[in-house]
């Protein structure tokens, strides 16, 4: 992955994803994202969900003063003309019910089409969207696109009973531990699926989080964007100011960086 050559001038990129943070959970690296968020610039800063692990907190609050810094890095740089939006996740969907809200500078949005400085446009959204759709279906590159849809409309009404009725969530990370087959056939689903939807929706690209792997591969003639996550990869999505897109990661850049710090300070 690429680091420390992709910066702006400053440490400046034009936007930055983040999502899969997980704050309140204790296997967030918290500083590392402090790190990132305090050495870098950013027009658009886009928080892709599950960025408050809001399940993880109503087992058991979990609450350091790194946590606390991040959430008050993020709200200071909303304050100071980045431009924040808040896509929610499954791990804190409650946010999904103040779609289109304004939240401390920060626009809360469920998906969001996100144009880069070269004109395409790339649809923003968590990931889990597509869970029933990626767990249910053994093989999603061998069936139809008729299959698909209606898959995906039972999704959502699935989606919103068990929101409605307050069911826990159905585990990702669990279900991913379970077995490396599964997990290798659940992410190639997922790619698929994604990609599937944005074709649908007429869009140049996907950028997404939600299963922990940073990734950008072009699927079918759309750009698929993951932008990992903060508990074991801290990686990043940036956008560079000619609209390029790149994954930045950041354990790696840490100790390289120090120079561009204090250029950036
Ligand atoms: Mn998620």
Redesign the pocket.
Known sequence: MKTIHTLGPGGHYRSVWIS?VHLGFPGCRAEFLLDFLRSTRCDYLYLV??IIDLWHMKKRLFWPQSHNNVLRTLLGKAKHGTRVVFVP???DEMFRDYDGMVLGNVLVKNEVIHVTADGRRFLVL???QFDAVVKYSPSLALIGTKVYDGLLRVNHVVNYVRRRLGFTYWS?AGFMKHKVKTAVQYMSNFQAALSYEAARRKVDGLIC??IHRAEITSINGVLYCNSGDWVESCTALVELHDGSLELVHWSDAQHSLKPVQAVAA
């Open positions: 899969d969900g599950d996740g499954n791990h968590h990931g889990d990702l989080g939600h």
